[in-house]
């Protein structure tokens, strides 16, 4: 627990104490449950026994980052620590309380969309023998308005504490109402789960009719009296509860007394789907149905491509038609290819492509595809307005989700989405969609991965040239990661440049904090060094170290005081020698130092270090940029100041050209990358 600061402690569940941290090295926050264990053979059970859940890769399903067992010599036990995803938005609990303060139902459509998502995890956890064991509806987050995520799985050695699970039991009646009358015997099996998703599905259905109280009475009665869901069944029907259809089919054998009567998952899948209600949710039936012969599908595809287009239509549901259509268009020649697409065939590959997002091989090719078409629109005219809208965004979020660990699919995604992002303002769309928490978590996990690493930096570079209300809480957390990989990388040329830019923006935007000042100076600096001919970097470095020297004296001593046989004042001057004919880049150099010359401790430096004689010469050359002749007036009158304390003595010996208007200098601007 070192390496993280306790934030909150939240009320106790089932098997242990729950706490909000705060990982200090990231300032990422997560959830850590500790459970307490009743020796070192049952805390090393458990934990063999969770392991694998630190494998598990599913887009609804919350991962375990992180166990561990700790001591706590306070008390004298010892403790199972699992730390788990933070979330903020609330829980299927959250919903359903307000529903029932409100006698309301809840929307159908959103219920189709959430539990299309809870089905298709507990399918897939169920594929691999793994049993939840504590499905309920406070257990199921929200991450936005429309994804849901399984967490705090639970494991066999965990639920065995009898004592234990009666006091918390006593402590909140409702804790196990969810929990098949097997389990409340320590018996636990996938069968399990189809009983507490049915009391899922029970509680769904009866919001509008059933207080909090009555809702529990009844998850407990049925247990013992199974009749006593009749009546209940009954009158959804008479108020034609959304779904009533389905859950009257469904619930009597979700919920039956033996385990052995109950449905399977993939059971309760095929049947919630083949009903009309639920049809357009479907995302796992594709998967039960019979291949189409590949000599089929080639016959098929034969022809241009229109025709080929009119057979995923035609097969839409069929992901093995699909993947060889793609592979089809993706080595088409581009005469053949008639690009660019106009919006509406590029929306109408994506409808399609949605049915199969749990399908890597498809995502990547799709992904390729859009690329291959963005791209060369945009190479006939740099001009051209290509696809942007919220379909393309959502399903390339969706994509980051459903396979965060494909290496391939994440370049792809990101370079798509910088070209999208090209064209206009998306950062808070994509802040909607938790691009930033899910860019920060990717780059941290994948810093060796100089491709992933280049693709997230590029899209957070067009991003932020442009956010003016951007929320910042999330950027944050950048900088450390940031930092990082530009020390991993450090004679890459591209990642420097992206990640000099990206730096450059975080701190105009105050995202930065200042331990980590020095730090960033250091890798500005260097990165210059590294590649001099790079205006682009040359450009942000100055930028930044403008940014942080006008907020901070230590990065200013930084940039200017001699260390170790070097000083950056000697590299400033070199990279003007470089590029004494860019007004672009001489007047970001002069604002950097402007900024520096506002502390009347680095005077002296720039003084020995030539900077007068410099920016002379520069204000001699550009009489034209007032802006830069601010930027350079400040510089000299600083230092002809501390040369002669008294001001009324000495008057600015005027620079040669033209006599400029001194005037304070505008705010430091914002140039395109």
Not at 629 to 657: K, R, T
Request: net charge negative.
């Amino acid at each position: 627990m070192e390496k993280y600061q306790i934030l909150q402690e939240c009320s106790p569940g089932a098997l242990g104490v729950n706490l909000v941290v705060e990982e200090m090295e990231t300032d990422t926050k997560y959830v850590v449950k500790q459970v307490e264990c009743i020796d070192e053979h049952h805390a090393n059970e458990a934990l063999e026994e969770l392991m694998p859940l630190l494998k598990l890769q599913h887009p609804n399903i919350s991962l375990y980052h992180e166990m561990f067992i700790m001591w706590n010599s306070e008390i004298s036990s010892l403790f199972l620590c699992l730390v788990m995803d933070y979330t903020t938005q609330g829980t299927f609990q959250t919903i359903m309380e307000s529903k029932r303060r409100m006698s309301e139902n809840i929307d159908s459509e959103w219920m189709h969309t959430m539990l299309s998502q809870v089905l298709d995890a507990v399918e897939y956890l169920h594929q691999l023998n793994i049993v939840h064991r504590n499905l309920k509806p406070s257990n199921i987050a929200l991450i936005n308005d429309n994804y849901c995520k399984l967490q705090d799985l639970s494991s066999q050695a965990l639920m065995t504490h009898e004592a234990k699970w009666n006091v918390r039991a006593e402590e909140d009646p409702c804790q196990k109402s969810w929990m098949a009358p097997e389990a409340l015997k320590f018996s636990f099996t996938c069968k399990s789960d189809i009983w507490s998703l049915g009391c899922i599905f029970l509680d769904m259905a009866t919001c509008s009719f059933l207080n909090d109280t009555e809702a529990m009475h009844l998850r407990k009665g049925i247990r013992h009296h199974p009749g006593s869901l009749k009546p209940i069944l009954k009158t959804m029907e008479e108020k034609q509860i959304p779904g009533a259809e389905i859950f009257c089919l469904l619930l009597p054998f979700m919920l039956h007394i033996k385990p052995s009567d109950r449905l399977a998952i993939k059971d309760v899948i095929r049947i919630t789907f083949m009903s009309t209600s639920f049809r357009n949710s479907c995302v796992a039936l594709n998967m039960h149905r019979q291949a189409v012969p590949i000599f089929i599908t080639d016959v098929l595809l034969e022809g241009n491509m229109a025709n080929v287009l009119d057979v995923m239509q035609n097969f839409s549901t069929r992901p093995e038609v699909q993947l060889r259509a793609l592979n089809k268009l993706l080595t088409m020649p581009e005469e053949d290819l008639d690009l660019p697409w106009p919006t509406e065939l590029v929306e109408e590959l994506i409808s399609i492509m949605k049915q199969h997002q749990r399908i890597l091989d498809i995502l990547v090719s799709t992904c390729s595809l859009l690329l291959r078409i963005l791209g060369q629109a945009l190479a006939q005219d740099s001009e051209a307005e290509i696809p942007r809208g919220s379909f393309i965004i959502s399903f390339l979020m969706n994509a980051l989700r459903s396979h965060p660990n494909s290496e391939r699919l994440i370049i792809l995604v990101y370079n798509l989405l910088t070209i999208i992002s090209s064209q206009g303002l998306l950062s808070e769309e994509l802040e909607e969609e938790g691009l930033f928490q899910i860019a920060q978590e990717q780059l941290y996990h994948f810093q060796d991965d100089r491709d992933i690493c280049l693709a997230i930096l590029s899209l957070l570079w067009s991003l932020l040239i442009d956010a003016a209300t951007v929320d910042k809480e999330p950027l944050h957390q950048f900088s450390p990661v940031v930092i990082s990989v530009l020390a991993k990388h450090a004679e890459d040329v591209e990642v420097a440049e992206a990640g000099c830019a990206v730096l450059w923006l975080l701190s105009l935007l105050g995202c930065i904090k200042e331990t980590q000042f020095e730090k960033v100076v250091e890798l500005f600096l260097r990165s210059i060094q590294l590649c001099p001919d790079r205006v682009l970097l040359v450009n942000n470095v100055c930028r930044g170290l403008a940014s942080l020297a006008k907020v901070s004296e230590l990065v200013a001593f930084k940039v200017a005081v001699l260390e170790e046989g070097s000083s950056g004042l000697y590299l400033l001057q070199d990279i003007y020698e470089l590029y004494k004919d860019d007004p672009e880049v001489v007047e970001n150099l002069c604002m950097l130092l402007a900024h520096l010359a506002s502390y009347k401790e680095i005077l002296p430096e720039l003084e020995s270090g030539g900077i007068k004689d410099l920016v002379r010469v520069i204000r001699g050359r550009f009489t034209s940029s007032l802006e830069l002749i601010s930027y350079a007036d400040i510089v000299l009158q600083a230092l002809e100041a501390a040369a002669h304390p008294n001001p009324q003595e000495q008057q600015l010996e005027p620079a040669s050209g033209p006599e400029a208007k001194v005037s304070s200098p505008p705010q430091d601007p914002i140039f395109q990358p």
